[in-house]
């Protein structure tokens, strides 16, 4: 055979003139055959010799086509073994009996050489098809695998550069998936020389390795220059520089920043293109929203970058609220998002400001049942004093 | 096409449509549509009439786009612009880079 693959065939027929004919034709093709006379010794050929395609007749003795055909199927697993069913079976449910065994087609008698080659063929297209893709999908896999892989040792990197800072601290809780760096979601939190506590909810442009890639010099910068007792203004000029200086152009860091003064009682916040943040006050009443004033981290050359910041009073037992968008974005299954909406009327329905994290997190997972790997949520209270 | 651009007869203008989603998929059709003008126009119009979504690489290639253009010099209108499309634009405050209507 000229234009194919060399295949071993079995045959499976009970008449030894028409299996001595298919033998004929089928070996003129340049094909290996294997010869059994019934379903029974065709299934243990098939195990024992693993030929790649099978012509098996529908009525034999001891064991039919039928059952042979099953359990063939049965024992190729995720190959793709053709058979093709000889017949002198002519009515319809008869042949629909051949596909639902697991037949892939059928040649009626007499058989003629040129259509038995043309099947062959084609039934070795198909083969080679399934081979390739369940190859490709090994593949898929394994490099899956390899990525999950870098993903760890890469945020376990980070994790050192990042470390918890004072996330830890009683007063502070969060949400946010082992995944969210490689979903460009980034918080940190530590505190200054003076007991004041810096925070820093971020999200990068993009996902995977870039943003992640971002993510480690401004964990550097924000947790160097804290630890150094800088301020909000000096830390955000140099991140801004920092990241304008190394990301290509379309790559920004959206982030909001607070400094909160538990001695002096305020709150000093920077929003660069993060949702609303809230300030939650104590007393019940309404939230304030922490607004977005300023383009990202990122975009802004160093002398045209705003680090002004608004400040406002702090009350014991206040709550500061931060989210990515991955939290109001949250959609349900028909696509509809969580929205702003019903985060504030989670929060003006809540009674018992210690609950009001957990509500948020029951709200979203009533909604979607869980939250998204890019959700991450912030509460922090106002104590008499942290650290 | 998602990405369909338009020159003025005078070549002094170039407008860039976006269609559907305008999100990572439309990256390289967007550049093209800029980078292969042959002529340099003075001014861009990003027309967003037709746009249904625009996500953060969205906001990337509009500053992709102003990079290309000058920065600072650069003459870019977003126009047409959905109320959706607007709030995501006012978050990020690229009002204070392009001109959005």
């Known amino acids: 055979m000229s234009d194919g693959h060399t295949l071993t065939v079995l045959i499976a027929e009970d008449g030894g003139t028409d299996r001595l004919l298919l033998a004929t034709i ?66 319809d449910d008869a042949l629909v009996r051949c596909l639902e065994a697991g037949g892939d087609d059928f040649l009626a008698k007499p058989y003629s050489p040129a259509v038995l080659a043309a099947k062959i063929k084609a039934m070795d297209r198909l083969r080679r098809l399934q081979a390739t893709v369940v190859e490709q999908r090994d593949q898929i896999a394994l490099h899956h695998n390899h990525l999950l892989n870098e993903q760890r040792v890469a945020k376990a990197v980070f994790d050192q550069i990042a470390h918890a800072g004072c996330l830890g601290a009683p007063n502070i809780r969060y949400l946010q998936s082992p995944y969210a760096l490689f979903n460009g979601d980034l918080l940190l939190a530590a505190f200054t020389p003076t007991g004041d506590m810096h925070v820093l909810l971020g999200d990068f442009t993009g996902h995977g390795l870039p943003a992640a890639v971002g993510a480690m010099p401004l964990a550097e910068v924000f947790h160097g220059m ?105 959609c349900d299954e028909s696509d509809e998002p969580f929205g702003v909406e019903r985060l504030l009327r989670v929060f003006s329905e809540n009674r018992r400001p210690e609950h009001l994290f957990d509500d948020v997190l029951l709200a979203l997972e009533a909604f979607r049942g869980r939250a998204r790997d890019d959700a991450s949520l912030l509460e922090i209270t106002v104590v008499a004093r942290s650290g | 096409m998602a990405v369909e651009t338009e020159l003025s007869q005078d070549g002094k203008k170039l407008t860039i449509r976006i269609k559907g989603r305008f999100d990572f998929g439309r990256h390289q059709e967007f550049r093209d549509s800029y980078e292969r003008t042959p002529v340099r126009p003075d001014s861009f119009d990003v027309d967003l009439k037709d746009a249904t979504y625009l996500d953060s690489s969205a906001l990337g290639m509009l500053l992709l786009l102003r990079d290309h253009a000058g920065g600072d010099n650069s003459n870019i209108r977003v126009i047409n612009t959905n109320s959706d499309v607007r709030k995501i634009l006012a978050i990020s405050n690229f009002e204070k880079l392009f001109d959005i209507t």
């Open chain 1, 26 to 91: 089928v070996r003129k093709q340049g094909h290996r055959v294997l010869t059994a006379e019934n379903g029974k010794l065709a299934v243990a050929l098939f195990a024992e010799q693993r030929p790649q395609l099978v012509l098996l007749d529908a009525v034999m003795p001891v064991m039919d086509g039928f059952e042979a055909a099953r359990q063939i199927k049965a024992l190729a697993g995720e190959e793709l073994v053709p058979i093709i069913f000889l017949t002198s079976l002519t009515e």
């Open chain 1, 226 to 330: 804290t630890a150094k007792g800088y301020g909000l203004a000096e830390t955000l000029r140099e991140m801004n520089a920092k990241l304008k200086r190394i990301l290509p152009v379309d790559m920004f860091c959206c982030a909001l920043l607070l400094n909160l003064s538990f001695e002096r009682r305020v709150v000093e916040v920077w929003n660069g293109g993060m949702p609303d943040g809230y300030l939650l006050p104590a007393s019940g009443d309404q939230a304030t929203p922490l607004v977005s004033r300023h383009l990202p981290l990122g975009v802004l050359p160093p002398e045209r970058f705003d680090e002004r910041t608004d400040v406002l009073p702090l009350a014991l037992g206040d709550r500061l609220f931060l989210l990515t968008d991955g939290v109001v974005e949250t």
